[in-house]
C-alpha cells in the first residue's frame, strides 16, 4: 500500500498526542519517540524531493505553522521542522509560487515572534536565515506591508547590538534592505522613522570591526536612508526631503559623517576593517554613501561641526551608565583640500580623489563658486607631479567632475579668466600624461569634457599627440576625437615629422586626415602592422569607429551625426527618488538630467582626395586579411570586425551621398568583402570540425566568434539610425546578409538547437524502489483554476525533476538560472540568427541562397510544443531571446503577425504554467508591452494571422486582469499590466477592438460574459493600493485624452474625454479616501500618497485635454478645501502645470478660469468667504476681492460668469 504525507502527517498527530499524554516512561523514551517523529518527517521530505518536486508545499506548511503555534511541540519539534522549512522547503522555487500570501505572512509572524524570544535549544543562525529566506520570498510573491515588520526590524536590532554571530547579523540586516526596499515607495515617514530609530545601532555595529559583507549591508541600508530621506541629494523639506524628526536626523548624519570622516583617514594604512591588507580604493557603492552624507554636511557651510557621540561598549550596562561624548571635525571644501593635498602623489589620496570625484559627479551644484578655482589649482598641481598611474586616474576623474560644476556656474568675467588660465593649465597637463601612456582612456576623456563645455581654447597640440599614432584606440580615444572634430577646426596642413617631437607644415594636401585615418584603421608602415593588425585590443563601439572615418572624408567635418556623450549611470534608488520628487513635486527642479537624441545628418560636402585614400587603404586591409591564411582565432576576429567597418563605411557614405550604389558595387571592397565572408565561413567551419576532446575550447572560441558577428549584423539596433541613412543602411545590410554562406547559417542553427545542449534523462534516486503515491502530486488541480482560459496540459502543475536545477538555484527564477556554456552559446547563435534575420527592415525578399523566412520559420520551430518545454530554464530564456530579436519590422507585415502568433501562443503555454511565479509574469508582460505595437495597421483590411494575434494578446490580459482583482500579484506584475493595457489603448483608443471578455452577474440569469473595453478598465487602476502605480497610472491617464502621432499628441473627441474625465474621477475620489483601520504612522504615509496621485491625476489631464481643462483647474481648488492640501504644496502642482502651458506665472493661469472657479465654487454650494485666496497670490480676503474686483454675494463686477450648461458641479466633490 502507497504512502502519501497525509498518512504521514496524520499518523506524526497521533504519536504527538500520544507523547504529551504520556505520564510514564523513562525521559530517553519520550526523547527517542521525539526523534524518531523529527527523523520521519525529514526523511518524507526530503525522499520526495528527490524524486521531483511535486509535494502540496501548502500542507507541509500548514502542518509546521501548527508544530510552531503550539508549546508544547515547539520545544519538541521546532527545530528541526524549522530545518526542514528551510533546507527542503524554502530553497525550492515551485513551493515558493504554491504558497498563499496569508501563509507568507503567517510564517513571517512566527519565526519574528520567534527570534524576539527564542525558545531553548533554537539556533539564532538558523532563525536568522529563515528570517532572511521569508522575507525574500514575501515580498517576491506577494509584498509585504505592515507597520509590525518595521516594529520588528527596531526590535531585533537592538537586541542584536551586542551579538557576537556575524552570520545573524548579516541575515538580520539583510532581510531588512529587502523588506526596506520593497516598501520604500509606500511607506517613506515610515521608513525614515526606522532609521532614524536605529542608526545608532547600526553606527555601533559598523564601529566593531564587522566582516566586510556586513558592512556592506548595513552601507546599503545607509544608502537606502540618504535616498528616502534626500532624494537627488536635496537639502531641506521645501525642496523634497523629509525626515520623521530633523533635529535626530542631523544628528546621526554628523555621527555617519565622523564614521566615514574617520575611515577615510584611516584608509591606506591597515584599515581597521582588515586585518593586514592595503584597502585603498574603495567599492564604488560606499562611495556614493560618503558623497551623499558629505553633500549634506557640506552644505551647512561650517568649516568644523560638533558630533556627539555615545561611546559603544560590548557591555550593556556600562553603556547605560557611559557619557556622551562631544568632538569637533573638520568639514568643508577647504578640509577636502587640504587632505588630498597632504596626501600627496601616494595611494593614500586616493580614497579622497574617488570621494571628490562623486561629490562633484552627483551634485554638480553643490560647489560654490569660490571653491572651484582652489580645488581646480590643487588638482592641476598633483597632475602634474604625480607619477603614479592609479593616482593619475582618479585625479583625471576628479577634474572630470569638476569640469561639470564648472560649466554649471554663472561666473563672472574676472573669475572666467582665472578658471579659463587655469583649465588650459589642466588641458597642457593631461596632453603630458597621454602622450607618457598614463592613465590613457582618463585624459582622453577629460580632454572631450573640456572641449564639449568649452572650458579651454584648445591648440594644435591635441593634433600632434594624435598624429604620433601611439596613442591606443580605444572608446575614450575615438570619442575624443568625434568631439574636436564637432568643435574645432582642422589644421589641415598639420603632419607629424619623423623627428621625435617635431611637426612641421607642408603643403601636401590634407595630410592630418590622412594620418588621422591610418591611426583609426591600425595602419602603420613599420614592422608592427602586422602585430597590431592581429592583436584584439579594446576596441571602440563600430558604428562611432565608422562615423568619424566617414566624417574625415566630408568637408565640414563639424556636421558629425553621432552622440558622443557617455550613458549617464542611474543610481540603483533613482526609481524611488523620482517617485519621492513627484510626489512631493519638486522633480522638476530637481532633476538636471537631459534626455540626448542623435543629432539629424547635416548635408555635407566629400573631400575627394582623402576619401579615395580612405577606400585604398580599407582595400589594402582586406587584401592582407585575404592573404593571411591564419587559422587563429585572433585573425578570424579581425577579418570579422574589418567586414563590419567596411560595411558601416559603405553605409555612412552612401548616405551622405558621397558614392552611389553602383559604384559601391563595382569596387574591389564589395568583391572583398564576398570574398572574406566566404572565409568567414570557413573559419567557423574549421572551429566547428575540431574534435570532440577539444570541446571546451571549441565552445569557447565559437562563444567568441558568435560575439563578434554580432557587429555584423546588427543594424538599426541600439541608437537609431538618422532618417537619410536608413535607405542606405537597409541595402549595405541586405548585402551583407546576401554575402552569408548556407553553411554558416546551418552551422548556427545547429547550435542553436537546444534540444541536444545540456538535456538529460530525469535523474533516478536511491530510494527509486519507493512507491509513487508517497508523493502528493497536484494532478487534480481543478481547470477553473486556470483563469487564462486555455488548454492547459494535464500535468501542466507538475514540474519534472531536472538535472539543471540544483538545489543552490532552486529559488532563482527560470529567467535567472546560470546556464551552462553551451546553452549560453546556443543562446547566443540565436541573437546572431534573429539579428541576421532583422538586419535590414525593408528587405522582405529572399536575398542570397539562404531566405530570410526560412531561417525564422527554423528558429521558431524550436518553440513547438513538441519541442519546447515551458520547465526548462535554457527553454524559457531561448524564448525571450527569439521574442525580442524576431519581432522587428513594419506592422503591415503579415509575416510578422503570423510570427507574432506563433510566439504569443509559446507566451501563453509559459505564463499557464508558470501564472503564480511573479519574475515571470513580470517579464511575459514586459514582452507583451513590446509586441503589442506591431499589432497596429494602418490598412483597412485586417488580416487573419493580425486578428488571430491581437485575440491571442488579449486574451493573455484578460487573464492576467482577472488574476489581479483576486489579489494574486505583486506590485511589478501588477505595473506591468498597467503598462501593457496602455500599449494597447494608444492603438485602439477607440475600443474597436482592444477588449476583453469579463463575467458579471445578472439577477437570475447568473453569470453573463460581456465584452468590456480596456479604455474602461484603464482607469480601475488608479485605484490600486501601490502608490507608485497610481503614480504611475497619474502620468499615463492622458492617453484617454489625446492620440499620439509623429506631428504630436492630437486630442480625441470632445464625447470620449468627457466619458474619459467622468470614469477617472470617479475612481480617484476612490482612492482617495484613506482606510480607518491604519495605525498613525501608516495612515499619515496613505494621505500624503494618495493625495499625491490625486493632484497628479488632475494637473496631467490639465497639460493634454483643453476640454477638461477648466473643470480639472476646479477641482484642485476645491481640494484645498475638502481634502486640507497645503497651500504651499498646491502651489508647486499650479507652477508645474502653468510652466508646461507656457504661462509666465501661476496667477496668469488662474486669471484665465477665474469665473469659472468662483461659479462652481458657489454652485457647490461653498460661500466666497472660503475660496483659498492666497493660491491667487492675495494676502487676505479683502485684497482679492478688491483685486481680483469680486463682492462678497459672489456676483463679479467686470464681465459675466460664462453659463455652465449640462455641468454638474457636485461631480467635483472629490473627497
Known sequence: MGLCFKCIRKYICKEIEVIRKAKTGSVTTINRRKQEISTLFKWTIRVANKRGERLKCGEIVQHVTEIMDDDFTLEAFGVDYSNVLLKDILKVRKYWCELSAKTWHSLLTIYCGTMLEPPPRFNRDVLAQLIYV???????????????????????????????????LWNIIAAMNIFCRSVAVNARRQLCKLGEDILSTLLALWSSRPSVPLKDEIAEFLRLQMSVHHPNGVIDESHGAYANDFDVWKSHLRKLYEAIYTDLQQRGGRSKFSSSARETEMKASYVDLAADVFHQILAEKTIEIEVTQAVFTISTQAMQGSRAKK?????????????????????????????????????????????????????????????????????????????????????????????????????????????????????????????????????????????????????????????????????????????????????????????????????EDDTEVAERTVKVVDRPDLDLLAQVVVTLTQRHTSTIAWNVHPQLEDSEYREIETIYLKSTFDFNAASSRRERTSEPVTPSTSVQTVLKFLIKSLEKLGKDLTENTSTEVSHLQNVIHHCALVSKVMALLLGYKAVTKDEV???????????????????????????????????????????????????????????????????????????????????????????????????????????????????????????????????????????????????????????TEQQSLSLDSLRLLCAWCTGSSNDRQSSGQVSPSVVKKSVLKLLEEEVFDVYKPVDVQMFLVISTGLLIGDSNDPELHTQTEAILHTLKDIVSAHRKDQEICSAALKLLSDIIPSLGSTQREISDELESARSFALRLVSGFWKLQREGQYASPVRLSLAKCMEEFIKLDLDGKWAFITQATKQRGDGDNASDIALTELFPDLLMDKNHGIRMHMAEAIPCLFVKQSDSGPIPVSTDLQDRAFTQVVQRIQEAATVPDRLQSEEHADEWNNRAASLLKTLSSIICVSPVCQKRCVFALIQCIKENNIDITVMNKVLQEISSHLKYPTIQSFLECHLGYIISCWLEVGYSLEEIPYKIFGCENRVAFFRYRKVDHSGITVSGSVPQITGFDCSLYCIF
Not at 565572408?677 to 572560441?701: H, P
Open 134 to 168: 521569508l522575507v525574500s520570498g514575501a515580498t517576491t510573491q506577494c509584498g509585504l506591508q505592515g507597520r509590525r515588520f518595521f516594529s520588528f526590524f527596531e526590535k531585533v536590532l537592538k537586541q542584536l547590538r551586542t551579538e557576537k554571530s556575524g552570520l545573524v
Open 327 to 523: 568632538r569637533r571635525i573638520e568639514s568643508g571644501w577647504e578640509m577636502i583640500r587640504d587632505a588630498v593635498t597632504q596626501l600627496g602623489q601616494t595611494r593614500e589620496c586616493i580614497p579622497w580623489l574617488q570621494l571628490s570625484s562623486a561629490l562633484l559627479r552627483k551634485h554638480p551644484r553643490g560647489i560654490p563658486s569660490e571653491e572651484i578655482q582652489p580645488f581646480l589649482s590643487v588638482l592641476h598641481q598633483m597632475l602634474t607631479e604625480t607619477k603614479r598611474t592609479d593616482v593619475t586616474r582618479w585625479l583625471l576623474k576628479c577634474l572630470q567632475s569638476l569640469a561639470v560644476c564648472q560649466s554649471c556656474q554663472p561666473d563672472s568675467q574676472q573669475t572666467s579668466e582665472v578658471s579659463s588660465a587655469l583649465w588650459n593649465k589642466v588641458w597642457t597637463a593631461t596632453l603630458r600624461t597621454i602622450s607618457l601612456h598614463h592613465a590613457e582612456a582618463s585624459g582622453f576623456d577629460l580632454i572631450r569634457i573640456l572641449k564639449e563645455k568649452n572650458l579651454v581654447t584648445g591648440d594644435k597640440e591635441i593634433w600632434r599627440l594624435l598624429l604620433q599614432g601611439k596613442c591606443q584606440l580605444n572608446q575614450s580615444a575615438v570619442c575624443c576625437l568625434a568631439t574636436l572634430l564637432k568643435h574645432c577646426p582642422l589644421p589641415e596642413n598639420l603632419q607629424a615629422s619623423t623627428a621625435v617631437g617635431i611637426a612641421t607644415e607642408t603643403n601636401e594636401r590634407y595630410p592630418l586626415r590622412r594620418n588621422l585615418l591610418k591611426w583609426l584603421l591600425s595602419m
Open 665 to 819: 558595387m563595382g569596387s574591389k571592397l564589395f568583391e572583398q568583402l564576398r570574398v572574406l565572408f566566404k572565409r568567414i565561413s570557413d573559419g567557423v567551419r574549421d572551429i566547428r570540425g575540431r574534435r570532440e576532446t577539444e570541446l571546451a575550447n571549441k565552445s569557447q572560441n565559437l562563444s567568441i566568434i558568435t560575439k563578434a558577428l554580432m557587429e555584423l549584423y546588427s543594424w538599426n539596433r541600439g541608437q537609431s539610425v538618422p532618417l537619410p541613412m536608413t535607405d542606405a543602411v537597409n541595402w549595405m545590410a541586405s548585402n551583407c546578409r546576401r554575402f552569408t554562406q548556407p553553411d554558416l547559417i546551418d552551422g548556427l542553427l545547429e547550435t542553436a538547437n537546444t534540444k541536444n545542449v545540456g538535456r538529460s534523462s530525469l535523474s533516478t534516486t536511491a530510494f527509486g524502489d519507493i512507491d509513487d503515491d508517497f508523493m502528493d502530486v497536484d494532478l487534480q488541480e481543478s481547470r477553473a483554476e486556470d483563469d487564462f482560459d486555455f488548454d492547459v496540459p494535464e500535468d501542466a502543475t507538475e514540474s519534472p525533476d531536472t538535472s539543471e536545477t540544483t538545489q543552490n538555484t532552486a529559488c532563482v527564477s527560470l529567467l535567472d538560472i546560470e546556464l
